[in-house]
């Protein structure tokens, strides 16, 4: 990560063996991402308490609240591994030196820990949110073709430099906690199925659809900033210099979270969501969802089921299995 990368590549391989990780990599290879119904009111949550809407006027017209349809879970160890090992290096290099920052996802990601870790044991990608790192959940605004993109390649900063001018701070990743922000940033796309695991089929395919990504964000020691420029430099990336993050805190702004390297991003959940609007009689259409049972075991497959997703998911990365399996070392890395 950041500053030398040299051995980084071994490392997370090992990782993903050490972990046990490598075997719910080769599945998300066969299956892609996970349907987690069972998240899909936790996540509903957490949209209506950061709905925070711009404190300026907008030329379009914005949806008063989002309707979380489907919860898509990231399995792909490849990137999760690479995650856990810079979040490794930051934990050694900042111990101490990081001022707690407070984001306004923080309840309702406590919430969806709490419940993910009693479920599933809480040791990799369900292990509770490291507050002194400030490790937080925030939200990216995204197209819903690049979804698979982001789940099986990861976010690429490189290749986005070239394909997207830079932004306010500069060019990076950047994030919001608030849905509603990063909701502009979303197109409205028709639903597919072929490219996850699912079993619930609540959205029908060409249905229309918006889509953004719930992200693991370490942000480190963050500097904050009132004025717009490129403070790439000065920031610089994770680990390698003052600071590992921006918060970008311009008038009249809701505020931006900008990492410039991937490297301490996990894009952990995709919501796949609708758009509703108030009505012209000022009564906000709300439409409900599914109410959350904490006695209940979550969904399973069925015998025999038929998934939806077919065939290998990101023929690349499957393809690199035989170099993983070849020069992973026994190096023990805590993730």
């Known amino acids: 990560m950041g500053c030398s990368q040299s051995s980084d590549v071994v490392n997370r391989q090992g990782l993903l063996l050490q ?21 899909v009111p936790l996540v509903q949550m957490l949209m209506d308490e950061t709905m925070l809407l711009s404190p300026s006027p907008k030329e379009k017209r914005l949806p008063t609240r989002l309707i979380a349809r489907k919860v898509l879970r990231n399995t792909n160890m490849g990137i999760y591994s690479k995650y856990a090992l810079s979040r490794h290096h930051l934990r050694d290099l900042r111990r101490g030196k990081i001022e707690r920052v407070e984001v306004a996802t923080r309840d309702g990601a406590q919430r969806l820990q709490a419940f993910r870790s009693s479920r599933f044991g809480g040791r990799e990608t369900s292990r509770k949110l490291e507050e002194p790192l400030n490790e937080v959940y925030l939200w990216h605004g995204t197209s819903y073709e690049a979804l698979g993109h982001i789940f099986s390649e990861d976010f690429r900063v490189g290749a986005q430099k070239r394909a997207f001018p830079a932004g306010f701070f500069g060019q990076g990743l950047y994030f919001a906690e608030s849905c509603a922000k990063a909701d502009e940033y979303c197109t409205e796309a028709k639903h597919h199925r072929e490219w996850y695991t699912g079993h619930e089929h609540v959205l029908q395919p060409g249905a229309p659809v918006c889509a953004m990504v719930l992200c693991r964000v370490v942000l480190g020691r963050v500097c904050v900033l ?110």
């Open 19 to 39: 972990r046990g990780l490598l075997r719910r990599y080769l599945h998300f290879l066969w299956t892609g991402p996970e349907d987690s119904p069972e998240l």
């Open 226 to 335: 009132d004025h717009a420029g490129d403070h790439s430099r000065a920031v610089g990336v994770p680990a390698c210099g003052r600071f590992d993050s921006l918060i970008g805190c311009r008038k009249a702004h809701r505020r931006e979270f900008i990492v410039y390297s991937d490297a301490t991003v996990f894009p952990e959940f995709a919501v796949l969501y609708e758009r509703h609007y108030q009505q012209d009689g000022g009564v906000a259409v709300c439409l409900p969802v599914p109410q959350l049972n904490f006695t209940e075991d979550p969904p399973t497959s069925p015998k025999g089921s038929k998934l939806e997703r077919k065939g290998p998911f990101g023929l690349s990365s499957r393809l690199a299995l035989k170099g993983i399996l070849g020069r992973a070392q026994s190096r023990r890395v805590e993730p």
